[in-house]
């Protein structure tokens, strides 16, 4: 009786982990000891597949617990990963566990970029390698007994969970085999068994008959649920499987009904209700016959059968003769109880009890996108506040260069170099003079157009596929039932578009460079030259030595000397602002923790107002300060301007310092615009190089993806039939025969009528001897049916016909033209009566005399036109004559 139900394992195709996580891990993570630990994970990963999937595995715990393993390692590292079409694309391709395909058409099998799909067929085959490890266990010992049922609760548990999660997971049709219906009527299964293997272990203990009733009914209501989403499912019995698990469920119901039954006789015996014992017995009895008639060849009931027998004959001996108590109906008996005491295993991860998660120091994806956003907060609150100081200063020195501060004040004598503007000079040859500028300036365009030629490619790549994707759309309309490319390609297409977008601002931010480096061109040159020559072009002026040592000069010069301060401080606070760190990482992991997600935006402006707040209001400090001091230094200065002496000469000599102060001003600015646009372009160029890999990569999964769906409805169309149904002619088939005379018959041997049922060998005739030499008038006369004489000889074996061409081996009918009427009477096995010397294709050889074995007569000939056939001659069965003669 101990028939148990196993499930076979679904086979996978090897995938490749390392090279994709790898990369992902590279581009993610710093290179260090943190990034060679993820590395030697994910080879531990790929591993940890191959071992669970990647062979045959034994029916066994320890494979179970292989698998299990891995179950979980990718249950950890789902959140850790962006596994998606359009991200970290890895395709994973799994077989139908029941459909065993055909010659031409193969399984079926199904290929998805998701990782819950693949988390779905690992616990599918989990569920599955539990059954068999269950039906394996010895069922007469305690210990098997527990692990049957373990085990096969597991399984019911594992088939329930993908019921409940494999739409979600797929967000596509899964195969038959995955499919809700499909893996709900396995757990039914499952479940029952495992509750059969408590009605064993019940009797084993021997428990009492009340007890052990309600076990075996609660089985037998397990078993009829499962047959009932079997038989009522129009999807599941297409599987073979399910048609041989078919027959298992009705039988397991019968004999569970009928455990069922035996048990509760005992307790109505136990009560003395003898009728009712009977009754029951008998209503088991009707069961096991029901099962041995139907269900002998999956499952042996001889020992069940023998048990009830002999309990309702000693039952039926002992009412009769002393009780002779009613045997009630069994429609009137009262209904057993149930007692379900097994469950299905709630599947909450980690399932594997040696589990070790490989990426433990890993944040999950939420927290890094977090943090990644984070960053990108921050990075604007440093630039703001790093921006208004770099704003506000260049602001002051614009002031101070129109106002032709502090050269006015060094510029006393009127014949000389200012200090200031000496100072200016030498940084600026220092720094490289205009050739630094000219050669950053030329090395734009080739960053740009490097970058852009890396944008297009990666888009046309993008292009290229979505134009196929439409195209074998177009051409298989329903049939190409994956993603399309469009939509899955809109991050994409908008992360490229933004790219764009940001080489677009990049090339008007070149250009005012360029056109402020045209107009301070000149100043800049000057500049560069030698201390004399640069004396020589600033105009000389009349002396103001008379304003040296005046108040207002001393007031101006304090003045100046505070705003140097402020632009010193303000250096040293962008210092500091830049050096704030914080590790945010911890913080998303506890609001993950506590709350199951992380509100980003709330946590992290509540971080940085608290991290740069105190530097905010420190630079406005710095913006108010040099509010005043430039308000004091432009009153100073017009008090100092009104004081100098005013003529031609001196203005001019004004105006060329001025120019030379904002020449140095802009030659810094263009200097650092320059190195900072240089720095974005390489920058940039990592940037798209990433979104070049990750466009490679998708396409390239696509077009994998595409190669396998191809393949799959290539073998899909093979097995369709070639053209619908169609009803034959009539006069191709062959009808019955009738009840009216003979019809001529094809040319063929004679066969014993016990031959005659096997019309697929047609035996050949014996090979013709030569014929006797007579004159050829005697073919016109009808041949003598009687025997030749000769010597005894054996008769010879059928042979085949000779190669020559001998014309066509069957009589043509009327309507069939084309075709060579035979003589009448033409008999083709008498052949020591004629030749046949006038015979289209027939070449005139000369025949020797047949010889025939003694007291056997000739063949007879057949009748003339018109006469009954010979008596004993067999009648072949009329035959519809086909188009072409047949062999």
Known sequence: MATFISVPLKKSSEVDLVKPLSKFVTATYPTGEEQGEYIRAVEELNKLRRNALGRPLDKHESSLEILLRYYDQLCAVEPKFPFS??????????????????????????????????????????????????????????????????????????????????????????????????????????????????????????????????????????????????????NLPKYFYFQEVLPVLAAKHCIMQANAELHQSVLAKQKKRFGEEIARLQHAAELVRTVASRYDEYVSVKDLSDKINRALTAAKKDNDFIYHDRVPEVKDLEHIGKAALVRATTITPPLSQKFTDLFEKMVPMAVQQSMSVYSQRKAETVNRLVGTMREATNLCNGVLASLNLPAALEDLSGDSIPQSIAEKARSIVQQGGLQSVEQLIRDLPELLTRNREILDESLKMLDDEETTDNELRTKFNQRWNRTPSGDLYKPLRAEGANFRNILDKAVQADQVVKDRY?????????????????????????????????????????????????????????????????????????????????????????????????????????LRTQEELLGQVQTSHQEFSSLKQSNTEANQREEVLKKLASAHDSYVEISS???????????????LLKFQNKCS???????????????????????????????????????????????????????????????????????????????????????????????????????????????????????????????????????????????????????????????????????????????????????????????
């Open 85 to 234: 079409e359009n991200q970290l694309c890895l395709t994973f391709t799994w077989k139908d566990a029941f459909d065993k395909g055909s010659l031409f058409g193969g399984s079926v099998k199904l290929a998805l970029a998701s990782l819950g799909y693949e988390k779905t067929c690992v616990l599918f085959n989990a569920a599955a390698l539990a059954s068999q490890i269950a039906s394996e266990q010895n069922l007469d010992n305690d210990e098997g007994l527990k692990a049957a049922a373990k085990y096969y609760q597991l399984a019911s548990g594992a088939f329930g969970h993908i019921k409940d999660t494999v739409l979600s997971a797929l967000n596509r049709e899964p195969t038959m085999d995955i499919s809700p219906e499909t893996v709900g009527t396995l757990s039914l299964i499952m479940l029952a068994q495992a509750q059969e293997v408590i009605f064993l272990k019940a009797t084993s203990d021997k428990m009492k008959d009340a007890v052990i009733a309600k076990l075996a009914n609660q089985a037998a209501d397990f078993y009829g649920d499962a047959f009932k989403q079997c038989q009522y499912k129009d």
């Open 518 to 622: 045209n107009t301070h061109c000149d100043m800049i040159a000057l500049l560069c030259k030698p201390e004399n020559e640069l004396n020589a072009a600033i105009p000389s002026a009349n002396p103001t030595k008379t304003l040296q040592g005046s108040e207002v000069v001393n007031v101006l010069r304090s003045q100046l000397a505070q705003l140097e301060e402020v632009k010193k401080e303000r250096e040293t606070l962008e210092g500091e602002i830049k050096a704030v760190t914080f590790d945010m990482s911890v913080c998303f992991l506890t609001a993950l923790a506590q709350d199951g997600a992380i509100n980003e935006e709330q946590l992290s402006l509540a971080q940085l107002d608290q991290l740069y707040g105190s530097y905010n209001q420190r630079v406005q400090a710095s």
């Open 697 to 887: 990569d998708i396409v390239f999964a696509r077009k994998t993806e595409r190669d396998e769906l191809l393949k799959e409805l290539q073998q899909s169309i093979a097995r369709e039939p070639s053209a619908p149904n169609f009803n034959v002619p009539a006069y191709q088939s062959t009808p019955a025969a009738p009840a009216g005379g003979p019809t001529p018959a094809p040319r063929t041997v004679f066969t014993p009528p016990a031959q005659q049922q096997q019309p697929q060998a047609k035996p050949l005739p014996p090979a013709r001897p030569p014929p006797p030499s007579f004159t050829p008038q005697a073919a016109s006369t009808t041949p003598t049916s009687a025997p030749p004489t000769g010597p005894p000889t054996g008769n010879p074996p059928p042979l085949a016909p000779p190669n020559q061409a001998q014309g066509p081996p069957y009589p043509s009918y009327q309507g069939y033209p084309g075709y060579f009427q035979m003589p009448m009477g033409y008999n083709p096995y008498a052949y020591g009566q004629y030749n046949m010397p006038n015979m289209p294709n027939m070449p005139n050889m000369p025949y020797s005399p047949y010889q025939a074995t003694p007291g056997q007569g000739g063949y007879p000939a057949a009748p003339p036109t018109g006469q009954p056939g010979y008596p004993g001659y067999p009648q072949q069965p009329p035959q519809q004559q086909p188009y072409y003669p047949q062999q």
């Open 673 to 687: 615009n320059l190195r900072e646009g240089t720095k974005f372009y390489n920058d940039l160029t990592e940037i």
